[in-house]
């Protein structure tokens, strides 16, 4: 048996390791990572935790397809995520997750998101009848709410412009908020870097208090369709009528609250970066606006853009599969190893931590020609396609992003019926700062002049 070796990377500083690098820009660090390390990069981010980036699609293959068991996802023991997401799809493992993922896949099937075409065209024309040529709007924030209208729609049928989904957006809004606040507080990082790890502060008042009134109105919702059972042809009334076809048994009240909660917010915020990504990139790239412009006025004209529609929008599919690439709202993705691996010949040790980024290997000059550049048109080529473990703006493997049709379905509807009425010039051409958080999104927004078409 070849001798076990471990990979090399950044020597870093011998207490904090390759932390402050990371901290002070993550992606420019995970891209130097990535060109000038092997296939595997060795990283030191916690006291007596290995971590390693990948670079090879076989291991991310190998990773993500996790066939012996071998990784989690690691949420388990993280008191935030818990008290938000519960045990949700997104956060849940082994037999309980497959469970859920089981149940909520008929709410996903296509026959079924296709009935959601029409709100998300109805929502974004309402969106559009409220700007005016000449306003100066930040597009991340029409995004933000734009998509979260959607979400309170097609999950519990709430229209946000009616009285009690005022407050049901807003205590999501907050939770939403106070969350990412927690998550990226770099104090809570040092402090398992030096191995206080236990010291983390616990969950805030502030978290606490959201989500508490945030459960409250989703057990009220709940409870409500328990009384009066029917199709509201919402997720919500899928996900309470589907049945384990082994034991008869269908999910409790908690395990509903749990997945509403996750496909909110695993949901809106991801789809809204990604638009307001496409509409910064297209905004330095009139040629390819045009060009989207051409098509969309081709396929949909003046009616409303219609789910028939997608097949034809092939242009508009490449511009968000573009957009993806180059600035993917997931950019990062991490795995434990629950027991010792070999990966490449390299020993991992349990309790290791393994990163995947799409940010780098979508970035890869290897996988990519040209790879900075924006060109939806390298999409153009059927026979070109990179793997799936190349190009994975949503995952892979067993736990791929269960919302993948719907999301995509979302950013061409809303791309198509945007683009159609208005260009966008961005304000003060400076760089957009990216703020690497859980998604990839403008720290500041993206302040654009809109030009009615
Ligand atoms: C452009 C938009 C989106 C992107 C880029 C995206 C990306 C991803 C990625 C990369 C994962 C895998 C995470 C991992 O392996 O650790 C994931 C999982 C997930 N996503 Fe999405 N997502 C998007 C939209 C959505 C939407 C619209 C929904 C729901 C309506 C959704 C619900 C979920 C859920 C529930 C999971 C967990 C699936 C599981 O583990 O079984 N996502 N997403």
Same mark, same amino acid.
């Given at each position: 048996?070849?001798?076990? *070796? +471990?990979?090399?990377?950044? %020597?870093?500083?011998?207490? #904090?390791?390759?932390?402050?690098?990371?901290? =002070? /820009?993550?992606? &420019?660090?995970?891209?130097?990572?990535?060109?000038?390390?092997?296939?595997?990069?060795?990283?030191?981010?916690?006291?007596?935790?290995?971590?390693?980036?990948?670079?090879?699609?076989?291991?991310?293959?190998?990773?993500?397809?996790?066939?012996?068991?071998?990784?989690?996802?690691?949420?388990?023991?993280?008191?935030?995520?818990?008290?938000?997401?519960?045990?949700?799809?997104?956060?849940?493992?082994?037999?309980?997750?497959?469970?859920?993922?089981?149940?909520?896949?008929?709410?996903?099937?296509?026959?079924?998101?296709?009935?959601?075409?029409?709100?998300?065209?109805?929502?974004?024309?309402?969106?559009?009848?409220?700007?005016?040529?000449?306003?100066?709007?930040?597009?991340?924030?029409?995004?933000?709410?734009? *998509? +979260?209208?959607?979400?309170? %729609?097609?999950?519990?049928? #709430?229209?946000?412009?009616?009285?009690?989904? =005022? /407050?049901?957006? &807003?205590?999501?809004?907050?939770?939403?908020?106070?969350?990412?606040?927690?998550?990226?507080?770099?104090?809570?990082?040092?402090?398992?870097?030096?191995?206080?790890?236990?010291?983390?502060?616990?969950?805030?008042?502030?978290?606490?208090?959201?989500?508490?009134?945030?459960?409250?109105?989703?057990?009220?919702?709940?409870?409500?369709?328990?009384?009066?059972?029917?199709?509201?042809?919402?997720?919500?009334?899928?996900?309470?009528?589907?049945?384990?076809?082994?034991?008869?048994?269908?999910?409790?009240?908690?395990?509903?609250?749990?997945?509403?909660?996750?496909?909110?917010?695993?949901?809106?915020?991801?789809?809204?970066?990604?638009?307001?990504?496409?509409?910064?990139?297209?905004?330095?790239?009139?040629?390819?606006?045009?060009?989207?412009?051409?098509?969309?006025?081709?396929?949909?004209?003046?009616?409303?853009?219609?789910?028939? /529609?997608?097949?034809?929008?092939?242009?508009?599919?490449?511009?968000?599969?573009?957009?993806?690439?180059?600035?993917?709202?997931?950019?990062?993705?991490?795995?434990?190893?629950?027991?010792?691996?070999?990966?490449?010949?390299?020993?991992?040790?349990?309790?290791?931590?393994?990163?995947?980024?799409?940010?780098?290997?979508?970035?890869?000059?290897?996988?990519?020609?040209?790879?900075?550049?924006?060109?939806?048109?390298?999409?153009?080529?059927?026979?070109?396609?990179?793997?799936?473990?190349?190009?994975?703006?949503?995952?892979?493997?067993?736990?791929?992003?269960?919302?993948?049709?719907?999301?995509?379905?979302?950013?061409?509807?809303?791309?198509?019926?945007?683009?159609?009425?208005?260009?966008?010039?961005?304000?003060?051409?400076?760089?957009?700062?990216?703020?690497?958080?859980?998604?990839?999104?403008?720290?500041?927004?993206?302040?654009?002049?809109?030009?009615?078409?």
């Amino acid at each position: 048996m070849p001798e076990k *070796t +471990m990979p090399t990377g950044p %020597k870093g500083n011998p207490v #904090l390791g390759n932390t402050i690098e990371f901290g =002070r /820009d993550p992606l &420019r660090f995970i891209t130097k990572c990535s060109q000038q390390y092997g296939e595997i990069v060795r990283l030191k981010f916690e006291k007596d935790r290995e971590s390693f980036l990948l670079n090879d699609p076989e291991h991310i293959q190998y990773v993500f397809m996790n066939k012996g068991g071998e990784f989690s996802k690691g949420y388990q023991q993280d008191p935030i995520m818990g008290l938000v997401f519960g045990n949700g799809l997104l956060t849940s493992e082994g037999s309980f997750w497959l469970r859920q993922r089981r149940l909520s896949q008929p709410a996903f099937h296509p026959g079924r998101i296709a009935d959601y075409a029409d709100t998300m065209v109805r929502y974004s024309e309402r969106t559009v009848t409220k700007w005016n040529d000449g306003d100066k709007r930040d597009i991340n924030d029409e995004m933000m709410q734009l *998509t +979260m209208g959607i979400a309170t %729609k097609t999950l519990f049928d #709430l229209d946000l412009h009616q009285g009690d989904s =005022r /407050d049901a957006s &807003r205590a999501l809004d907050t939770v939403m908020t106070a969350f990412n606040t927690q998550m990226t507080n770099v104090f809570r990082h040092i402090l398992h870097l030096i191995g206080l790890g236990r010291l983390v502060p616990p969950v805030n008042r502030q978290l606490k208090e959201a989500v508490a009134d945030l459960d409250n109105m989703i057990y009220a919702i709940i409870e409500e369709r328990r009384n009066h059972p029917g199709d509201r042809g919402d997720l919500l009334s899928m996900l309470i009528s589907t049945y384990d076809e082994d034991d008869g048994s269908s999910m409790t009240d908690q395990q509903l609250r749990d997945e509403v909660i996750t496909l909110f917010l695993a949901g809106h915020e991801t789809t809204a970066n990604t638009l307001s990504w496409a509409f910064y990139l297209l905004s330095q790239h009139p040629d390819i606006e045009e060009k989207l412009y051409q098509e969309v006025s081709r396929v949909v004209g003046d009616r409303p853009a219609t789910l028939a /529609d997608l097949s034809k929008l092939s242009y508009t599919e490449n511009v968000i599969k573009e957009t993806l690439r180059l600035q993917p709202t997931v950019w990062l993705i991490s795995r434990y190893a629950e027991q010792d691996v070999t990966l490449g010949g390299y020993d991992i040790p349990a309790g290791s931590e393994v990163m995947i980024s799409q940010w780098a290997m979508h970035r890869n000059p290897r996988y990519f020609n040209d790879p900075l550049t924006f060109s939806p048109e390298r999409w153009d080529n059927s026979d070109n396609k990179p793997s799936k473990y190349v190009y994975f703006p949503f995952g892979g493997g067993p736990r791929i992003c269960i919302g993948e049709r719907f999301a995509m379905m979302e950013a061409m509807l809303l791309l198509a019926t945007i683009v159609r009425e208005f260009r966008f010039e961005l304000v003060d051409q400076l760089p957009i700062k990216m703020e690497p958080s859980i998604t990839l999104r403008p720290k500041h927004g993206i302040n654009m002049r809109l030009h009615k078409r």
